[in-house]
């Protein structure tokens, strides 16, 4: 009954191995899969964009699975649905001399959640495409460029303008996004807490401790999202754009989603 | 290049070509050449059998009431808009088609981009890319595109930012600029890929009254230089100054054509005498 506090500051902050490891875990997974998402979310959206429509109907189909189906029902069917389905376990617990921390449960739901980042993403960066006034594609045009150049050199660097806060948006919820991880046995934040308090019985101190660890790190970010945003409006005069004590305090920033597991 | 009276800041009096690296050389052979060119946006028919010939550093200035197709005739000859009947040459290149049994498909983008070096553009919203510099704006595809170092390209811009009165805002991104200087680096911009041909789609409609001067006086140096120019715009001064042949235009068809002398002080159509009634 109550609360314990010293069990709290013990799991909370007590630096040691297994700590340390599934911190890195939750960040490697959230930056690993945030990347993906990026990636896989550009080519989607450029696909989405092309005059092929073989590669046009293939964005969509992505798109439309991995916004349309549950997040951890796609870690769960990466797991375990893609071995039965290959014949062989392309997820074993570790790989050759690689650090265990990174072995197949770890690599699956980080694949599973960089791929339906992707979706995601790609309904941003098209939007942020389609934001940029259609003379700047025509300037770039009449001076000989061609659309890959047009797109990465005139295009893409001003959709970031419009990419960046959502991204923001989208990689806060990725860092907390990675507790799913936790029921394919990735010992990431949540799971650390759930093997304390299967031990002690005492649920309530470990989860607000990983509470404190999520809000430490979506707080650095919120930071480093605040002066990434700053940077990318030189030269376009806009002083309205939001400080950091703002942006920490105001919810959702015109995401097309906001909030926890999807 | 006297007789003229000059915008308040601009200080030219130099080559503006001789800034990008030569002026096109001198001769009467056809740069333009539009043959019968038919457009339809659905099923408005905007531009119907327009025919058109530029030579080598001449000046064409097209003027007619707003809808009557020349924006979109001078879109079509850098193919920014497709055409659906005609050919247009540009230094005897078909623009953006190919020519199959008489048919046209649409050329490849790669193609078309290579043929668009060739032609420099001014719009009447800049377009000015507004994440890079001035000087940025105006490297970005010699060096893009080109393959110029950057140099070289640095040094080109900067001479050209000198030549059109801007050389101390090289560092200014587009947004603190006013509109005259804008159009000025857009037109900079254009200069440094070295066109055979400048199209200028209505460059000082957007402008405050103030600033249409200092763009004019830069595209009036750039035509006595011998830069081949078609000009859209409703500036009669330009036109009957600078023109060597006025181009009227009205519901997708050329009108009337002729020297500026014939246009404003005897024109035949009455369409024409209609509209420069309107506008003068």
């Known amino acids: ?210 509470c404190v660890y999520y809000l430490l790190l979506t707080t650095l970010w919120g930071l480093v999202q605040g002066r990434l945003e700053k940077k990318l409006g030189a030269g376009l005069n806009r002083n309205e754009e939001a400080g950091f004590w703002a942006r920490l305090l105001t919810t959702s920033r015109g995401a097309p989603h906001s909030g926890g597991v999807r | 290049m006297t007789g003229h009276q000059h915008a308040t800041d601009v200080a030219i009096g130099h080559d503006l070509l001789d800034a990008a690296g030569g002026a096109p050389t001198g001769s009467s052979e056809v740069v333009v050449d539009a043959q019968h060119v038919d457009k339809w946006f659905g099923k408005l028919h905007v531009l119907q059998d327009v025919s058109l010939q530029v030579k080598r550093q001449e000046v064409v200035v097209v003027l007619g009431p707003s809808g009557s197709g020349k924006t979109t005739f001078i879109r079509c000859v850098n193919h920014l808009e497709k055409i659906q009947g005609g050919r247009i040459f540009v230094n005897g290149h078909l623009i953006g088609y190919r020519d199959v049994a008489g048919k046209l498909i649409e050329d490849k983008e790669a193609n078309i981009a290579k043929q668009r070096q060739e032609i420099g553009m001014v719009f009447q919203r800049f377009n000015l890319f507004p994440h890079k510099t001035a000087l940025e704006n105006i490297i970005e595809a010699p060096t893009q595109v080109r393959g110029m170092s950057k140099d070289e390209a640095l040094e080109v811009g900067n001479a050209l930012l000198q030549r059109v009165g801007l050389a101390a805002k090289a560092d200014s991104y587009p947004a603190q600029l006013s509109g005259g200087q804008q159009q000025r680096v857009a037109i900079a911009r254009a200069l440094a890929m070295k066109p055979a041909l400048m199209l200028f789609d209505e460059p000082t409609s957007a402008l ?41 235009m009205d519901e997708g068809r050329v009108i009337e054509e002729g020297t500026p002398e014939h246009f404003f002080n005897n024109p035949t159509e009455e369409r024409t005498k209609t509209f420069l009634a309107k506008i003068l």
């Not at chain 1, 991995?66 to 375990?80: A, E, H, N, S």
């Not at chain 1, 062989?88 to 197949?104: A, C, R, S, T, V």
């Not at chain 1, 919820?173 to 005492?202: D, H, I, P, Q, Y």
Request: aromatic share 8%; proline share 5%; net charge negative.
């Open chain 2, 208 to 248: 405050d009254p103030e600033m249409i001067g200092e763009v004019l006086e830069v595209m009036k140096e750039l035509a006595r230089e011998g830069m081949t120019m078609i000009v859209v715009t409703h500036e009669m001064g330009f036109a009957r100054e600078v023109a060597d042949r006025v181009v009227m």
């Open chain 1, 1 to 210: 009954m109550g609360f314990q506090m010293k069990e709290f500051l013990d799991f909370t902050f007590t630096w040691r191995e297994v700590l340390i490891a599934a911190l890195t875990t939750t960040i490697l997974m959230a930056v690993l899969a945030q990347l993906l998402g990026v990636v896989l979310g550009l080519l989607a959206a450029l696909g989405g964009r092309s005059r092929n429509m073989v590669i046009k109907g293939v964005s969509g189909l992505y798109v439309w699975f991995f916004r349309g189906t549950p997040v951890l029902v796609q870690i769960v069917l990466l797991y375990y649905g893609l071995p039965s389905l290959l014949g062989f376990d392309p997820f074993p617990k570790q790989y050759g001399n690689l650090p265990e921390l990174i072995g197949g449960a770890f690599l699956a739901a980080t694949l599973a959640l960089g791929i339906n980042e992707g979706a995601y993403m790609s309904e941003i960066i098209r939007a942020g495409i389609l934001s940029v006034d259609s003379g700047q594609a025509e300037a770039a045009k009449s001076l000989g460029m061609t659309p890959g150049k047009t797109m990465s050199r005139i295009i893409l660097p001003q959709a970031l303008r419009v990419i960046v806060p959502p991204l923001g948006n989208e990689f806060n919820n990725m860092l907390k996004t990675t507790s799913l991880a936790s029921v394919v046995g990735v010992t990431e934040l949540l799971l650390l807490a759930e093997n304390r308090f299967g031990g002690t019985f005492r649920p309530f101190e470990p989860l607000i401790g990983i």
